[in-house]
């Protein structure tokens, strides 16, 4: 049974690959299962999109991070400010 290990897997394969795409498609469902992201998962999304410059994507998943209250860590703010330059 899939878990929250398997579905950042994923995500972080697919963020690797820069198929944000699919990354994006794994993290809805993963959400639609009942399954709460954590940091890591935001992270790894939010620095997917910061890389391939897809700052309303990223911007998106920020805010719906901030609304699950989970509290940006360094790695988020990096990439949003890098991406951003």
């Known amino acids: 049974e899939p878990n929250s290990i ?3 897997t ?3 394969t697919c963020a690797k690959a820069q198929d944000t795409q699919l990354a994006e498609w794994w993290m809805k469902c993963m959400l639609a299962e009942g399954i709460t992201p954590c940091t ?3 992270s790894t999304l939010i620095t997917a999109f910061a890389r391939v410059g897809r700052i309303d ?3 998106n ?3 719906k991070m901030r609304n ?3 509290a940006p860590d ?3 703010f990096n990439s949003m400010i890098n991406a951003c330059c």
């Open 6 to 8: 398997t579905y950042n």
């Open 68 to 70: 699950a209250n989970i």
């Open 61 to 63: 998943w920020f805010g």
């Open 74 to 76: 360094r790695v988020i």
């Open 10 to 12: 994923m995500i972080n």
């Open 57 to 59: 994507k990223m911007e």
């Open 40 to 42: 890591v998962t935001f």
